[in-house]
């Protein structure tokens, strides 16, 4: 009963190829997100989606697609991958704020090593 | 967008004594201070948040204060026992996203 789940956890894959992480949460959360975590530990915002639709959308190079087929799948594809998108993807859900924001939850975040 | 700087990136402490981390940020608007406790190969977890409309709140061994006139919070924990090392992250909530400090590499010494 994990809240927000993704997989696959390790991924090693070759330059150039095309891989996904799929993302799902049951918390009933409106809004998901899509994280990059560098090997300096520093968390980077890539996505967010509100209900489906797309709020957020730092740079990010446009070989990374982000999809939601409901408010609680977010998935994200990676053409032609590349060394430096090694690092730790972060998905993660909350609820739609109102005054306050509220609570950010992680999944146990997937490992890319490109090679 | 915020940004929001946290000091100190590295802490070492002695086990038993107390370690505290700071965050500060630029737009008062920002109403919602959540921290996150990542352990070596693990997710970031929410340890304790406080919201703009209290100055402190403590949670047995771990406390949050917030002064948004200064416009920084802080992370305190006493009586660090070897568990309590991880990485620290301070974020803050603004407009329609979270903003993540650069975190805190905390080690406690046995």
């Known amino acids: 009963d994990t809240a927000v789940s993704q997989t696959p956890k390790y991924l090693v894959t070759q330059m150039g190829n095309d891989k996904s992480i799929k993302c799902e949460q049951n918390l009933g959360h409106d809004t998901m997100y899509w994280y990059k975590q560098d090997s300096k530990k520093f968390l980077k915002i890539m996505f967010s989606?509100?209900?489906?639709?797309?709020?957020i959308n730092e740079t990010v190079p446009n070989r990374f697609s982000p999809k939601s087929p409901d408010k609680a799948h977010l998935n994200l594809h990676i053409n032609s991958l590349e060394l430096g998108d090694s690092a730790v993807y972060f998905c993660?859900?909350?609820?739609?704020?109102?005054?306050?924001?509220?609570?950010?939850?992680f999944g146990e975040g997937s490992w890319l090593t490109v090679v | 967008g915020e940004n929001v700087e946290q000091h100190p990136s590295t802490l070492s402490v002695q086990e038993g004594d107390s370690a505290v981390i700071k965050c500060t940020y630029s737009d008062s608007a920002s109403n919602y201070f959540p921290w996150y406790k990542q352990e070596l190969g693990k997710r970031p977890q929410l340890i304790i948040d406080?919201?703009?409309?209290?100055g402190e709140k403590k949670d047995q061994r771990i406390a949050v204060t917030l002064n948004k006139t200064a416009k920084h919070f802080s992370l305190h924990i006493t009586e660090t026992q070897p568990e309590d090392s991880a990485v620290y992250f301070c974020a803050l909530f603004l407009g329609n996203q979270f903003y993540f400090g650069t975190g805190t590499s905390l080690t406690v010494i046995p």
């Open positions: 993660a859900s909350s609820q739609a704020e109102g005054a306050y924001g509220n609570t950010i939850y």
């Open positions: 406080i919201r703009s409309n209290v």
């Open positions: 989606y509100n209900n489906k639709e797309l709020i």
